[in-house]
């Protein structure tokens, strides 16, 4: 079964930077497309990336365009989140996910179309 990890989170200051990991164990075949998503106290869970795992082409939500950057590694088998100029409302707790197979969608943005789902990771920006 997948399992995925994620790290990397902390407390950083308005500006800064910080890169999540997503380790990623147990993938098969059928593991396309990998998914950031975030979750901020009294919100719903919010499509922060998608990133097809072949050949890495990526999808970001609006809140986030050219301010994060996601990746993989396939040898380490392991998905990046790189996140610049962050911001006070960028604090949540940043999930990876996936899903077996394709989704409705090339790029999916439907929390509900992942299955697979790390714990998180606290990501807490200080004004």
């Known amino acids: 079964q997948v399992q995925l990890v994620e790290s990397g989170g902390g407390l950083v200051q308005t500006g800064g930077s910080l890169r999540l990991s997503c380790a990623v164990s147990?993938?098969?075949?059928?593991?396309?497309?990998m998914g950031w998503f975030r979750q901020a106290p009294g919100k719903e869970r919010e499509f922060v990336a998608a990133i097809r795992w072949n050949g890495g082409a990526v999808n970001y939500g609006d809140s986030v365009k050219g301010r994060f950057t996601a990746s993989r590694d396939n040898a380490k088998n392991t998905l990046y989140l790189q996140m610049n100029s962050l911001k006070p409302e960028d604090t949540a707790v940043y999930y990876c996910?996936?899903?077996?197979?394709?989704?409705?969608?090339?790029?999916?943005?439907?929390?509900?179309?992942?299955?697979?789902w790390g714990q998180g990771t606290q990501v807490t920006v200080s004004s």
């Open positions: 147990g993938r098969t075949f059928s593991t396309l497309v």
């Open positions: 996910a996936t899903r077996d197979g394709e989704g409705t969608q090339f790029f999916p943005r439907d929390r509900y179309e992942y299955a697979y």
